[in-house]
């Protein structure tokens, strides 16, 4: 491991001194976790300098990457041990709270000799041998893998795969690992039908009442090509049941062990088509997750050459609404390139706090770039460590609320949710995203949140909130009636297949925020019981190289914010630009009702800015 002894003279202590952030939140709390990659082709062992950019999450190694190669002899299994399990005690040492060896939930590599280390003891686990744990076509025969080369896909349904996949989880743990990582939870493209899927997909049909439930593996391998649908939702099933064998495994070793996978989404386009291609139903997966991380290869948020923006917090907004309410986690890269400049870094944690996500960075930069990227990256980790409690228990406004009907990746790849979310947060529209399982809690009214007076638009009417839907087609008969109410309590369904669906939200809006800026400027608002916070950032940060970026101010930034109580004694910016706003805030009263609209201008906006108003 390369040494980093020169950074404790760079930014003082790697680790972060307790705070009552810390101790008030939960240790995956916004803010109070940061994710990192401590590995990247030979560039590994990188705890000390994700520790010094603020990271006190890793993703890890230990003896995953043996793991899917059959294991080596076993005097170098048990140095390999050794060397993880020192490697995570320094890691801690150095501030590191929690470690997640990486592990690959599919992948044999070179069959011929994966299992030649075996001892005769550790063989007899198995009760057939691990060509036999590869996923197969409908005809029984092997499917190759889609990585090519010596890999080969094993079926997560495979009791003996699972057998192999709980000796490498107790072998991450023994070493110090805090849990594990799953990459390639993969069914593959052509499905897999083995009998141990054709089994489970018998159960589900016989308990959907389509056909018997002792059906032969045949029949059932007939019964999926008759029933494209239901086997396709039994595929959205193999990663979710494995992760959940795989946490009650490691749960019983550990309680507080914490088990999470790739979920993909390589593009926001990919929620509904991701289901079909390789069988990443997040969704599902969730279910089994204790943190719901995904990696988007393109869609980090900058300014593209010729002024266009790219951006991911529509789909982190979604993500918030099919994820149960585990902790987010996204890896955003631009060009499929690992490597980050800093300040596109700092813009895309601050994307992510801005929708209650955490940031996955990948510090594995070579020596000559490391210094920098530290001493520019760490100011905002600290800013938002130190200011957790502003990240959390934080509920964004919703103007508009939008449903996304999960249920409807089965009918085709494209997801039309996702294309209304763009469009509203490239407008700045204030919106949540609430799936089939939160849509009749969503629209029905609470006394508790019913206003002390009602805003009203500037014509005097009540100001209306939007339900927006892609259509009304898409509704079931409870969502209907659900919606009845709630247009009879002057709520506003727009159908997004019935006309200007945009304008008619706006239309129908007293917005929550009026924006003054440049078009790459968003603004997110968030409340607590006692204040309310506004997330402003600039997407205009230029992607130069690996290493660096500009970084483009977007100058007089006007904000007029309607605020859930009748008085407002300050408003103060946060900041880790080193030349922005900071502190109190001037700030203009326009009074509306028994609420208040507040006027706030900022002379620029470098990367993003706090706004919190009291």
Not at 44 to 66: H, K, L, P, S
Not at 448 to 468: C, N
Not at 520 to 534: C, E, F, L, N, Y
Not at 544 to 556: C, G, Q, R, T, Y
Request: net charge negative.
């Amino acid at each position: 491991m390369v040494s980093l002894a020169w950074v404790g003279a760079l930014v003082g202590s790697h680790t972060f001194p307790a705070s009552a952030d810390d101790h008030d939140h939960d240790r995956l709390a916004v803010g109070v976790a940061q994710h990192a990659f401590d590995h990247l082709g030979n560039i590994d062992e990188q705890a000390e300098a994700a520790a010094a950019i603020g990271a006190n999450v890793i993703y890890g190694t230990g003896c995953g990457q043996v793991g899917y190669n059959g294991l080596p002899p076993e005097e170098q299994l048990a140095s390999i041990q050794q060397d993880a399990a020192a490697y995570n005690e320094k890691a801690h040492t150095e501030g590191i709270r929690i470690i997640l060896g990486y592990m690959c939930a599919t992948s044999i590599v070179n069959l011929d000799a994966f299992d030649k280390n075996w001892s005769d003891e550790f063989r007899g686990k198995f009760k057939t041998p691990p060509p036999q744990w590869r996923q197969q076509d409908a005809a029984g025969k092997p499917l190759p893998s889609w990585y090519g080369g010596q890999y080969s896909p094993a079926c997560m349904n495979n009791p003996d795969w699972r057998e192999y996949e709980t000796f490498i989880v107790r072998q991450q743990l023994d070493s110090g690992h805090d849990g594990v990582f799953f990459d390639n939870p993969t069914v593959h493209p052509q499905g897999c039908y083995c009998p141990h899927c054709m089994k489970k997909f018998a159960v589900l049909l016989g308990e959907e009442g389509v056909v018997n439930a002792e059906a032969s593996v045949d029949e059932a391998r007939q019964l999926a090509v008759k029933h494209p649908e239901h086997f396709l939702r039994l595929r959205a099933t193999t990663a979710r049941d494995f992760l959940q064998f795989i946490r009650d495994y490691a749960r019983s070793i550990r309680p507080d062990v914490l088990v999470t996978c790739n979920n993909s989404l390589n593009t926001p386009d990919v929620l509904f088509a991701q289901c079909h291609t390789h069988g990443y139903n997040i969704y599902e997966m969730s279910k089994a997750e204790d943190l719901v991380v995904v990696e988007d290869m393109a869609t980090q948020p900058r300014l593209l050459p010729g002024g266009r923006t790219l951006e991911y917090g529509s789909t982190l907004a979604q993500l918030q609404a099919i994820s149960r309410g585990k902790p987010l986690v996204s890896n955003v890269l631009a060009e499929a390139d690992n490597h980050t400049p800093p300040n596109l870094v700092r813009l895309a944690m601050a994307e992510a706090v801005a929708h209650g996500a955490s940031y996955l960075s990948w510090p594995t930069w070579p020596e000559d770039q490391r210094e920098r990227m530290i001493r520019e990256i760490r100011p905002q980790a600290e800013m938002l460590r130190k200011h957790a409690s502003l990240l959390n228990d934080a509920q964004p406004r919703r103007d508009v609320i939008l449903f996304l009907p999960f249920r409807k990746w089965t009918e085709g790849k494209r997801c039309v949710p996702s294309e209304l979310a763009a469009r509203l947060t490239a407008s700045n529209v204030q919106y949540g995203v609430v799936s089939e399982d939160d849509l009749v809690v969503a629209v029905t009214p609470k006394a508790s949140d019913k206003p002390a007076g009602p805003i009203r638009t500037a014509a005097g009417a009540p100001a209306r909130q939007v339900f927006l839907v892609e259509s009304r087609s898409v509704l079931l008969p409870a969502e209907e009636a659900a919606l009845k109410e709630f247009e009879n309590s002057s709520g506003l369904v727009v159908a997004a297949d019935e006309g200007d669906w945009m304008k008619s939200v706006q239309s129908a809006l007293s917005p929550s925020l009026e924006l003054q800026a440049p078009p790459t400027v968003r603004a997110v608002i968030r409340d607590q019981s006692h204040r309310t916070i506004v997330h402003v950032y600039n997407l205009a940060v230029e992607r130069l190289s690996s290493f660096e970026d500009k970084v483009h101010p977007a100058n007089d930034v006007t904000l007029r914010v309607r605020v859930p109580f009748d008085e407002v004694k300050s408003v103060k910016a946060i900041s880790a630009d080193s030349q922005a706003t900071a502190g109190d805030v001037p700030f203009t009263i326009l009074p509306e009702g028994s609420r208040s609209k507040i006027e706030i201008n900022l002379p620029a906006v470098l990367i993003s800015t706090l706004l919190v108003i009291e």
